[in-house]
């Protein structure tokens, strides 16, 4: 079976992640791992089973024998090692969000269009099956046209406060559900008005709530809550209902399934996005991502399920929401730099 030879750039707990759910799939050796702290670099290297160490990705980028990478900095730390991939080229797979700004976006998305290496970004929720199967619901013109749709997607007091001071809520999670409105109406997003509420004191907000106004007329109300309580049960709390002139989806991706009782409280193991599935390695939506890349790389087909513009347009949206909270105005998508 030929084998991509495949690395990782950034290996906090998603390099690793990535890792896990690579060691799970056939079509795939996990080759090299980059990251600036050389004990960090050592235990991966080590876990996984990798002698290709590096902590400057232009020197891993340099080898000639790496085909792809995935990219899992930070999400203000993508622009520069992606642009830097390409030109080198390699196939490359960045997580979510694509860049934090706009210029950043495009200046990613002019350069996938000079390779011909293939871009993919990780939005993992169009891989998730359940959100998979209400696509294909909305094409077959089950629910005919959208007019009204609604996202929630929330986690704990105790998640936030490790994330809200590298990124707020809007961005970091309202994106995916973005992006799935984006899919599912297959419209552009003309305006946004958004309020956050910053309620602990962390760099960025707790609480964001997003309208959007479709080209198409449809509206669209995301909610996104990093301040939830501890010990609810369930993370995280992830529902989407979608209206249309002749019906409605309903999606409630997060009630408990599965369910752990302690005396500390009760918690609920994740079972769709990506689940260990033996020790050490990673199956779900994840894997499934990740397969279907390394798919089109083996296969030299580009990618589809998701585009670089497509990415873009929701960082774009989310990004001018963020703007709109900030200034209490409603905000042109379109126009937004």
């Not at 301040?227 to 992830?238: A, I, L, Q």
Request: hydrophobic share 40%.
């Amino acid at each position: 079976m030929a084998k991509v030879k495949y690395g990782i750039i950034g290996l906090g707990w998603f390099g690793e992640y990535h890792g896990e759910a690579l060691a799970g799939l056939p079509n795939v050796e996990l080759y090299a791992l980059c990251t600036r702290t050389e004990s960090r670099l050592k235990e991966l290297g080590k876990k996984f089973g990798v002698t290709k160490l590096y902590t400057d990705y232009h020197a891993m980028l340099a080898d000639p024998e790496l085909e792809a990478v995935s990219i899992t900095t930070m999400w203000d730390q993508h622009t520069a090692p992606t642009l830097a991939a390409l030109r080198a080229g390699k196939h490359v797979f960045l997580e979510k969000p694509m860049a934090s700004t706009v210029a950043d976006c495009r200046a990613i998305v002019q350069a996938a269009k000079a390779s011909d290496k293939f871009l993919m970004v990780g939005h993992i929720v169009r891989f998730n099956p359940r959100y998979a199967a209400v696509k294909r619901e909305i094409a077959a013109g089950k629910i005919g046209k959208i007019v009204s749709l609604y996202a929630r997607r929330n986690v704990p007091v105790s998640i936030g406060a490790q994330v809200l001071p590298k990124i707020g809520p809007i961005i970091g999670d309202g994106v995916h559900d973005t992006d799935i409105m984006l899919w599912y109406t297959g419209a552009k997003i003309v305006s946004v008005y958004a309020q956050t509420l910053n309620v602990h004191g962390h760099k960025y907000p707790d609480i964001g709530w997003t309208m959007y106004r479709f080209d198409s007329g449809a509206i669209g109300v995301l909610e996104n809550v990093w301040c939830m309580p501890d010990h609810k049960g369930y993370f995280p709390d992830e529902r989407m209902e979608i209206i249309g002139t002749a019906g409605g989806v309903y999606l409630q991706e997060t009630y408990p399934p599965l369910s752990v009782v302690t005396k500390d409280g009760a918690y609920t193991p994740d079972p769709t996005y990506w689940p260990e599935i033996r020790p050490g390695v990673r199956g779900g939506a994840l894997a499934e991502e990740l397969n279907y890349f390394i798919t089109c790389i083996l296969e030299k087909t580009p990618p589809t399920i998701i585009t670089p513009e497509e990415s873009m347009a929701a960082v774009q949206a989310c990004l001018a929401a963020e703007a709109s909270a900030a200034t209490g105005k409603v905000v042109s998508v379109q126009d937004f730099e």
